[in-house]
Structure formats: structure tokens, C-alpha cells
């Protein structure tokens, strides 16, 4: 899709614009709306949004902003929710899963989307409240729901239940693990640096490394694009579900408007009240392998709600271990040896995962 951003003009802006005022970032009397033009107003209401959604707050609109704007269109109560293909998506939902996660239905992971472990959780709710037990969460099941939440405290069951079982351990051996290269250039190189180099090409690069170590290690290893294909988000999720995967490591860079700005990240998903325990562990051992391995400068793992952490049943890692708009980390990612350290990092931090190596931090 096109991105948008200070400068931007046009009916495209006018409909982010508009989204912006229903969901409360934007006053409906924004100079900015008449024209369509993406000044400052709107690069703060788009930042703030962001923010408030766990997204990375650069004012962009893009693929991750875009849809986290249309599922905030959406209010708890104003349609049924139910179980359909393709699922039923949006704030709304997400409302009604951490409502039923409050009250002890496990209702899966809080990420906006309808699925199997909802459903259910939507009958349970029902027969313990002397309702049609029929699935659809219409007007009598929200009213119920709504009343009920307002008098509990806001925790959530999803994590206690996500973990009751165990997190995994037992190794490595016969995984399966899906590898995807950030973006894919033609069209999206994803971020440039300064002499050049394609976030794109770098992706490729450490995903084929960390493919050859892993498939050493008899991991059985999926990719979610081939070299220089572009493959939309959506379909990088599906396609970890079809080959039913245990974990996805999406790798990238990092990017700044400040050249200065340097080191090793990793996201995991987290919304609200709850974050994912298999992804929080994971990140956190990739996280510390890169410090570790490559010497660089720790800037931590955090919790988001990327699409592609928020769309995936599986755990999922975004991986970043430099900052391509540093000239002398840009350098150091055109050196093979160097993308050999990030793969043999990453493939030390998977290795923790699957033995059940607690985190740094884990309760």
C-alpha cells in the first residue's frame, strides 16, 4: 500500500483524517480536514494513536497504521460477533476478548480477531449468564458483558492459561520454524541507508544464514517469501498457519531520523493487559544473544502490536539487530561475517526457547 505522512494530500488523507476524528485523535474542527492535507495536527493525532496502539509512533501511515485504524472504527456492541471465514476483525473484538479473558473465559490471545478459542468463550459466557448458549455475542450477551466487567478488576486470564501447560522445552530438534525476511524490493525495499543498502536485501540475507544453521540443527525450516518477492503481511501470517509452525522470526532493521541512533532490538506481541509469555521468552533470548555476540548497544525487547504479531496464533519475533540509517552499523551489515554473528545469535536465543530457559525479567 502507499504510505502517508507529513506532506500528504489528498482523498486518501481525508479518509485517515475522518478516522481519526470518529475514534477521538483529531478534532472535527482541524483546519487540515477541508483540504486533506497531512500537517502537523495530524502527524501528532497519527503519532498519538499510534502509541496508544503499541505501534512504532513515526507519524506514518502505512500497513501496520492503516489497519489498526479501520479495527478502531469499530465499538463493542454496535454488530453480532461471531465465528465466520474469514474471521470477523477489529477493536471491537478485541474489546470483547479482553472482557471475557477479565472474567476467567479464556478467550485466546487479545488481538482483535474472532476466532475458535472466542467462539467459545462466547458460549461458556452464555450458559453461566442463563443465555442462549448459540455463539453470537449480539446486544443481550454484550449488555451482559459490559455489566459484569464493569465491577472486575482489569486482568486477564490468557496469560495464566497460555502458560498452565508449560512453555516449550525439549529442544530444538524437528521445530518448525518459519523464517521472513522483512519487505521485499521490487516494490518495498523497506528502509535505505545511507550508502545504499535495502532493508530488504539485508533481511534476505541473515534469513538465508539463520536458514542454513537451523536446518543443520534438523529444524524443519519454511520461509515466507523467496529472494527479492514481495509478500503482503496477511499472507506471511496465513502462511505460518497453513504450514503450522511454532515460531516465526521476522527479520529487519531499525531506523531513525537520527544518524546517531544505534544497537539491537526485538518485538513481541502485547496489547492492554496482556502480552504473549511464548514470544516475551523468545524475544528476550534473541535480544540478549545479539548484545551479547555482537557487542552492540542493548535497546531492549519491547511489547507491540504489529500486524504480524497480532495476527499469528504462533509466537512471533520481529528481529532488528542494527540500525541501517547508522553509517557505521550500515557498514557493518554489508560484511558477511557480521550477518553470520546475527544468525548464529538468533539461532543461540531460539535454542534457549525451545529448552525452556526462563527470560531475564520472566514472572
Not at 145 to 161: E, M, N
Not at 169 to 195: L, S, T
Not at 327 to 342: A, G, M, N, S, T
Not at 355 to 360: K, Q, S, T
Request: proline share 6%; glycine share 12%.
Amino acid at each position: 500500500m502507499k504510505y502517508f505522512k507529513t506532506g500528504s494530500s489528498g482523498r486518501e488523507v481525508k479518509d485517515i483524517q475522518s478516522r481519526l476524528v470518529a475514534a477521538g485523535f483529531l478534532p472535527p474542527d482541524c483546519a487540515e480536514l477541508e483540504p486533506g492535507s497531512f500537517g502537523e495536527a495530524t502527524d501528532h493525532a497519527v503519532k498519538t494513536f499510534q502509541q496508544l496502539k503499541g505501534l512504532r509512533a513515526d507519524g506514518i501511515v502505512g500497513p501496520d497504521t492503516w489497519p489498526a485504524l479501520v479495527d478502531a472504527s469499530r465499538v463493542l456492541g454496535e454488530r453480532f460477533l461471531y465465528l465466520r471465514e474469514p474471521p470477523l476483525r477489529g477493536d471491537d473484538v478485541a474489546d470483547l476478548k479482553r472482557r471475557l479473558n477479565s472474567l476467567g473465559f479464556y478467550s485466546g490471545k487479545e488481538n482483535g480477531i474472532l476466532d475458535h478459542d472466542a467462539a467459545l468463550a462466547i458460549e461458556q459466557f452464555q450458559r453461566n449468564s442463563g443465555l442462549v448458549p448459540d455463539g453470537i455475542a449480539g446486544t443481550g450477551t454484550v449488555n451482559a458483558l459490559i455489566r459484569l466487567t464493569r465491577v472486575t478488576k482489569p486482568t486477564s486470564v490468557a496469560f495464566v492459561r497460555e502458560t498452565e501447560g508449560g512453555l516449550p522445552a525439549g529442544g530444538v530438534e524437528g521445530r518448525r520454524i518459519m523464517i521472513d525476511p522483512g519487505h521485499g524490493f521490487p516494490p518495498d525495499p523497506g528502509e535505505v541507508g545511507p550508502g545504499g543498502l535495502r532493508e530488504s536485501e539485508v533481511a534476505e540475507a541473515i534469513a538465508g544464514r539463520l536458514g542454513d544453521i537451523l536446518v543443520d540443527a534438523r529444524v524443519t525450516v519454511f520461509y515466507s517469501r523467496r529472494r527479492g518477492e514481495y509478500v503482503d503481511v496477511v499472507s506471511r501470517a496465513a502462511a505460518g498457519h497453513e504450514q503450522s509452525v511454532e515460531l516465526i522470526l521476522s527479520i529487519h532493521t531499525n531506523s531513525s531520523t537520527a544518524p546517531v541512533a544505534r544497537g539491537s532490538s526485538c518485538y513481541y506481541f502485547s496489547s492492554g493487559n496482556y502480552h504473549s509469555p511464548y514470544g516475551y521468552r523468545a524475544a528476550n533470548h534473541i535480544q540478549d544473544e545479539l548484545v551479547e555476540k555482537l557487542g552492540v548497544t542493548d535497546c531492549r525487547a519491547h511489547g507491540r502490536a504489529y500486524r504480524l504479531l497480532r495476527d499469528t496464533r504462533m509466537p512471533a519475533v520481529i528481529i532488528e539487530p542494527a540500525f541501517i540509517t547508522n553509517p557505521e552499523e550500515e557498514v557493518l551489515l554489508e560484511k558477511p561475517d557480521y550477518l553470520d554473528r546475527i544468525a548464529r545469535a538468533i539461532t543461540v536465543g531460539v535454542r534457549k526457547y525451545f529448552e525452556g530457559v526462563p527470560a531475564r525479567g520472566e514472572e
